[in-house]
């Protein structure tokens, strides 16, 4: 099977926040960029929020970028589900719940 390019944009915030937090994740692949004898992976993941910009590169040439690229992006999914449920652990005990999509007291 053919690899397709992936490429999401989407916003953080939910509708009437500010406007500029958004992630982005693009993976390509790219017929000899860097490895001469084959196809490289061009991977990046770019978080940004209000005027702060974060891009991580998981660039593929070889064996060993391969590994360190999929240690990278592992590790970080691990962080993140781990942040989304201590965050939605923390929200719940203080007494913030979610309705109609805005945060409010109870």
């Known amino acids: 099977?053919?690899?397709?390019?992936f490429y999401r944009r989407t916003f953080l915030k939910k509708r009437g926040h500010?406007?500029?937090?958004?992630?982005?994740?693009?993976?390509?692949?790219?017929?000899?960029m860097v490895s001469d004898d084959g196809?490289?992976?061009?991977?990046?993941?770019?978080?940004a929020d209000c005027a702060r910009t974060a891009v991580l590169q998981f660039d593929v040439h070889d064996r060993d970028t391969a590994a360190n690229a999929l240690h990278k992006a592992r590790v970080l999914k691990t962080v993140?589900?781990?942040?989304?449920?201590a965050l939605e652990l923390a929200v719940a005990e203080s007494g913030v719940t979610e309705r109609s999509g805005k945060p409010s007291r109870r």
Request: proline share 0%; net charge negative.
């Open 80 to 85: 993140v589900d781990g942040f989304v449920d």
């Open 18 to 32: 500010h406007a500029g937090a958004y992630v982005l994740a693009d993976v390509s692949l790219e017929r000899g």
């Open 39 to 47: 196809t490289d992976v061009c991977a990046h993941l770019t978080v």
């Open 1 to 5: 099977m053919a690899f397709r390019r």
